[in-house]
Each structure stands twice: as C-alpha cells, then as structure tokens.
C-alpha cells in the first residue's frame, strides 16, 4: 500500500534546503480490488507512530472516539496544528500532507472515494452548503471542521452502515445502493446549516475534553457554566473561550443542543409522553421544551413524532 517514500522541505533564510518530512503516499487502487466500487470505509485506531503522508484519493474522516492532534503541511512546509476530538468531521484532499499525534484513544472512520468519484457527481454536490470549503481543491489553507452532537453523529453513522453493507453486496444493484448510501452521507453532513464549524486552530487541554464529554454523556444535567469551568481548572471567560474554539459555539448553546437532540431522539425511538420526554431531557416546562424545540427544528414535536412514526393501518 506504501507506494512511495520522498523528502520535502523548504529554504531557510540563509538559502539553505532544509528537509522537513520524510513522506509516504498511498494510492486508492492498493485501498481496493479493481472491481469494487469507488468508495472504502475504515475503521481505525491512529497512534503516534503515524508519520506524514499523502494520498490520491479524498479522505473524510469523522472521529468516533477519543482525540488527537491533525497536523496539515502546506506546498511551502507551513506547519498547521489543530487538536480534534470526539464528533470532529473534517476531509483531506488528493496530495495535502497530514499526519496524526498527541492521539489518545483516537479512532476514526475514514471514508476513502476514488478520485473520479466527486468529478462524476459534481454538478449536484456544489449545491451543498459545504462542499466548496470541505472538497474544492484549491481551498486554501487553513482549519475546515465541523462538529456533531452525539445524536448527529449517530444519523451519520447509520449513513455510514448502509455504505458498509452496499460495499459488501453481491447485487447487481451494488453501486447505485452504495452511491445513494454516500450522497445520503454528504446530505446529512455537509448540507447542514447549523451543525458547528470550526476555523481556527485549537489545542485541546485533557480537562476541556473531560468536560465536554462529560456534557454529551449526560446531557440532561443542569448546566451550570462556574461550577465547570471551576472543575476543569479554569476562569469562566478561558472556559468559554477554549469551548468555543473547540466546539465552534459556546458551551450553555452547545448544552442546549444536546438536550435538545436527545428530546427529539426520544419522540422517533420511544412512545413517552411529551411532559416525560421534557423531564428525562432536564427541561422542568412542557411549553418550553416546545418553544425552544420549534426554535430549533423548525417542527413542533408533536408533529415531528408524527411525521417519523408510520400511520397504523386500519384493521
């Protein structure tokens, strides 16, 4: 799978070369038999070992555990360091120069496509919201992330699952199930207008990562934005700050969001009542739950339960 190893640097102020990386670069056609579709997902652990490299298919990588250090060089040996945690979605374009480290129970699902699959698809992904900033190869450089919820990440999983299955077909109708599992993939993560989106470089401190999964893991807590900062260490107003950074909104939206996502992940998967559903997300008011869940889907969520669950039928 390793193709090829070569050196890149740049000249220093003195007119001297001096090496950078050594590099590898890695080709889709050692991801794929020639006869697979042109799309493979994996499923992977990174470790510090993972040195620079390339490649010359488009990589999106959603990060299912942990967090890490994304390390991008641009063509004149710029360094960019920007710390990713557990929800981060990001891609890397055919020829960028990455690497991983500072990992810490880092895994991630990487979606490898086939060079020529965007240029066949192109004319309908320009209409997303981000696929000039997420797939444009003249991009320039700098950080491009966005940042799902818990229950965001798990619709991108499920779009992930149907891709895995269509990959593993032996139907006839293969490749036209993997492309529609794909696009439902880039629909559900590109074409969203209010999942976070992060641009400037971050480091994540071990007590800003504890806290935030902290918050996703229990979502239905108060919270109460002193009494965090104080447990991860620091003042509210660096608090705030790093969150959002790291994030890409402040921490008491982001708490919101998450009870929020959870209230509606309870009205399509269980048959509670709405006074229930608002008390198991920590909202103490029937009518407020509705406002804010209006406010932020657009749909009542009587007429959202509605809309998800089938019609009986008549005997």
């Excluded at 889709?28 to 490299?53: C, N, W």
């Excluded at 488009?58 to 641009?74: D, M, P, T, W």
């Excluded at 696009?183 to 071990?206: A, G, H, N």
Aim: charged share 25%; glycine share 4%; proline share 4%.
């Amino acid at each position: 799978m390793i193709l090829q190893n070569s050196h890149r640097g740049k000249i220093d102020k003195a007119g001297c070369f001096v090496k950078l990386i050594v590099m590898l670069t890695y080709f889709y056609k050692d991801l794929a038999s020639p006869e697979m579709p042109p799309v493979m997902i994996r499923d992977t652990y990174q470790d510090d070992g993972a040195v620079f490299h390339q490649h010359d298919y488009v990589e999106i990588a959603l990060v299912r555990q942990g967090h890490s250090v994304h390390r991008l060089q641009s063509k004149e040996g710029d360094i960019l360091e920007n710390s990713i945690i557990k929800g981060d979605v990001f891609t890397v374009l055919p020829g960028e120069v990455h690497s991983y480290v500072k990992c810490k129970h880092y895994r991630v699902y990487n979606v490898c496509l086939a060079p020529s699959f965007l240029q066949e698809e192109r004319e309908s992904l320009s209409k997303l919201k981000h696929f000039d900033t997420f797939f444009n190869e003249n991009r320039s450089f700098n950080v491009n992330q966005l940042h799902l919820t818990p229950v965001e990440f798990l619709n991108a999983e499920l779009c992930l699952k149907r891709i895995w299955m269509a990959q593993n077909s032996t139907r006839k109708s293969r490749e036209l199930a993997l492309k529609i599992a794909l696009l439902d993939l880039f629909l559900t993560v590109f074409d969203s207008s209010s999942i976070p989106w992060k641009k400037t470089e971050t480091k994540v401190e071990e007590a800003l990562f504890l806290s935030i999964s902290e918050m996703e893991n229990h979502p239905e807590r108060p919270f109460d934005l002193k009494r965090t900062a104080r447990k991860a260490g620091m003042s509210v107003s660096s608090y705030m700050q790093k969150f959002k950074h790291v994030v890409g909104m402040p921490p008491g939206e982001y708490s919101m969001r998450l009870r929020l996502d959870m209230a509606r992940r309870l009205l399509e998967t269980s048959d509670l009542q709405l006074e229930d559903v608002a008390q198991e997300c920590g909202f103490c008011d029937t009518n407020y739950l509705i406002r804010l869940f209006k406010r932020r889907f657009g749909i009542t969520p009587g007429k959202h339960r509605a809309r998800c669950n089938p019609i009986p039928v008549q005997a």
